[in-house]
């Protein structure tokens, strides 16, 4: 029965032999088999340490008195316009009548 049995390297606890995961400190004992081949990753450490240092645009809402500040400057400029122009057409065509 002691051949079964195997420790754990990082916290001693006697595990079972075919765990690859020690069910009391949850660390890897072991490496996982696999038949497939690990793809190889190239890392770029001017472009990763370039992205890790720039800051990053922070995009800051607005306060909700200001959204609204800004929408009714918006309509009585768009009103103000449509009011203007309507009235100078009016004028034009009651000129020409």
Request: net charge positive; glycine share 6%; hydrophobic share 40%.
């Amino acid at each position: 029965m002691e051949s079964k049995t195997k420790y754990c390297k990082h916290c001693g606890e006697i595990i079972d032999v075919e765990c690859v995961v020690c069910p009391k400190c949850g660390k890897q004992v072991e490496q996982l088999s696999s038949d497939k081949e690990t793809p190889i990753i190239i890392n770029n450490s001017a472009s990763s340490s370039a992205s890790a240092t720039s800051p990053s645009q922070i995009v800051r809402k607005l306060p909700w008195y200001l959204s609204w500040f800004w929408i009714i400057v918006f309509g009585f400029l768009t009103g103000g316009i449509y009011f203007f122009i309507g009235l100078v057409l009016r004028v034009m065509w009651k000129s020409k009548n």
